[in-house]
């Protein structure tokens, strides 16, 4: 007879309870946990838009459905609506390259001494010459030129690498000894002169948002014989296959035509009859027309345009008054967009100035503290606290290797 088996003994009460617990929190867990690549493609691609931009090329890398979901059209409207306010770096290293790197510019300037580091993008540009300049940023897509030959104009982003060269439009032409003499325009702003004539120019960039519609446009003038005004042509992304003369504008030939795109519009500095004016080119009518100024230029005969320059700060344009004349810097902002009685002085910076920053000085952004963030020369980049009028400069990587700066807002929109 065979003797018989004994079950093994069953574990102690409090020991079968606590794998019933690990085996009902384990199925638990599972029922519960969803994998990203489960979620819904609108609610991935919400995250990914989220991300700082060194992320979003990381995730890029991951898998072909990260990947997708950043070349889908909804994503670079998306990610564009959360960018942050950026100081774009660049720096031209041979004929075709060029190098762009992108500082964020934080809320928190604690945060923002922290964060030296900038992320840097070399780019391929089928473009000639190797003094090129940036002239604006609009929507992350920056236009280049040439200096002094601003018949070479290239729309290029970053981010996509994606760029298109416009035609060359008709160069201007002045008899002199029977032979045709060919006067260029420049870019950004300057001047070119030939057998007495002068010519000043400026190319501006933006964009309609009620046609989403990218614009570029040519001014130029000559103070061979009156009337001394501005023309001007224009070529339209995706529509124009040449530039378009619009003739003259009707505006005075200003000493810097420095172009800043505000509220669907291109704006500068002009003086005429004595007068301080605020000129603007609306984008989507192709007419321009001028704003009114703060009482206290518009009663003043005789001012010197050259110290006076516009930018943007916080979602307003304002006026930067430089006159050496002056005992200080001081800044009229336009909180109401074309309401004279909204110009306010928002800011009096006492000369003298630390750093050699007593000239171009561009407010940029205010934080949080009311600390407001400014570029001077092109790249250097400082802080002032109005309340204990003291500057901070804030150092990033590389600072000295940067051929200029333009503030932006990066983004993946593709070229039209």
Same mark, same amino acid.
């Given at each position: 007879m065979e003797?018989?088996?004994?079950?093994?003994?069953?574990?102690?009460?409090?020991?079968?309870?606590?794998?019933?617990?690990?085996?009902?929190?384990?199925?638990?867990?599972?029922?519960?946990?969803?994998?990203?690549?489960e979620l819904p493609s609108h609610i991935t691609?919400?995250?990914? @838009?989220? #991300?700082? !931009?060194?992320?979003?090329?990381?995730?890029?890398?991951?898998?072909?459905? /990260?990947?997708? %979901?950043? $070349?889908?059209?909804?994503?670079?409207?998306?990610?564009?609506?959360? @960018?942050? #306010?950026? !100081?774009?770096?660049?720096?031209?290293?041979?004929?075709?390259?060029?190098? /762009?790197?992108? %500082?964020? $510019?934080?809320?928190?300037?604690?945060?923002?001494?922290?964060?030296?580091?900038?992320i840097k993008f070399n780019s391929q540009i089928e473009f000639p010459g190797s003094t090129r300049s940036i002239v604006s940023c609009c929507e992350g897509l920056i236009c280049l030129t040439q200096y002094f030959l601003s018949d070479r104009v290239c729309i290029f982003n970053p981010l996509t690498r994606q760029h298109f060269?416009?035609?060359?439009?008709?160069?201007?032409?002045k008899i002199v000894n029977k032979r045709p003499h060919i006067v260029r325009s420049g870019s950004g702003c300057g001047s070119g002169y030939g057998d007495g004539v002068k010519f000043e120019f400026g190319i501006g960039f933006g964009y309609c948002p009620s046609t989403a519609l990218y614009k570029v446009v040519q001014f130029t003038g000559s103070y061979e014989k009156p009337p001394h005004t501005l023309r001007c042509r224009i070529y339209t992304l995706?529509?124009?296959?040449?530039?378009?003369?619009?003739?003259?504008?009707?505006?005075?030939i200003p000493y810097f035509l420095t172009l800043v795109f505000f509220n669907g519009a291109l704006h500068w500095i002009s003086s005429g009859d004595s007068l301080l004016l605020l000129c603007y080119f609306d984008m989507e009518k192709e007419q321009c027309g001028t704003l009114p100024l703060p009482d206290h230029y518009a009663v003043h005969s005789q001012l010197e345009e050259e110290f006076f320059h516009?930018?943007?700060?916080?979602?307003?344009?304002?006026?930067?008054?430089?006159?050496?004349?002056?005992?200080?810097?001081?800044?009229?902002?336009?909180?109401?967009?074309?309401?004279?009685?909204?110009?306010?002085l928002e800011l009096i910076i006492q000369r003298p100035l630390p750093f050699g920053l007593d000239w171009q000085l561009k407010p940029v952004k205010t934080l949080e503290n009311g600390t407001v963030l400014m570029i001077v020369k092109q790249k250097t980049l400082?802080?002032?606290?109005?309340?204990?009028?003291?500057?901070?400069?804030?150092?990033?990587?590389g600072a000295r290797c940067w051929q200029g700066s333009i503030i932006g807002v990066p983004s993946f929109l593709p070229l039209p």
């Open positions: 003797a018989a088996t004994n079950p093994p003994p069953s574990p102690p009460r409090h020991r079968r309870r606590k794998q019933q617990k690990k085996t009902d929190d384990h199925t638990n867990t599972d029922a519960s946990a969803t994998d990203i690549s691609c919400d995250i990914l @838009s989220r #991300l700082p !931009l060194k992320s979003i090329f990381a995730c890029k890398l991951v898998c072909p459905s /990260f990947r997708n %979901l950043t $070349l889908d059209p909804h994503f670079p409207r998306l990610h564009l609506s959360r @960018s942050p #306010l950026t !100081l774009i770096l660049y720096r031209g290293s041979n004929i075709t390259r060029t190098i /762009f790197g992108f %500082l964020p $510019l934080n809320d928190s300037l604690a945060t923002l001494g922290r964060r030296r580091a900038t060269l416009l035609p060359k439009p008709k160069k201007y032409q995706g529509v124009d296959d040449k530039w378009r003369n619009l003739g003259s504008t009707g505006q005075p516009l930018g943007v700060v916080d979602n307003c344009l304002y006026i930067c008054d430089e006159r050496a004349s002056h005992s200080s810097v001081n800044i009229w902002v336009m909180k109401d967009y074309g309401n004279i009685g909204s110009w306010t400082v802080s002032y606290n109005p309340a204990t009028r003291v500057f901070r400069r804030i150092s990033y990587d």
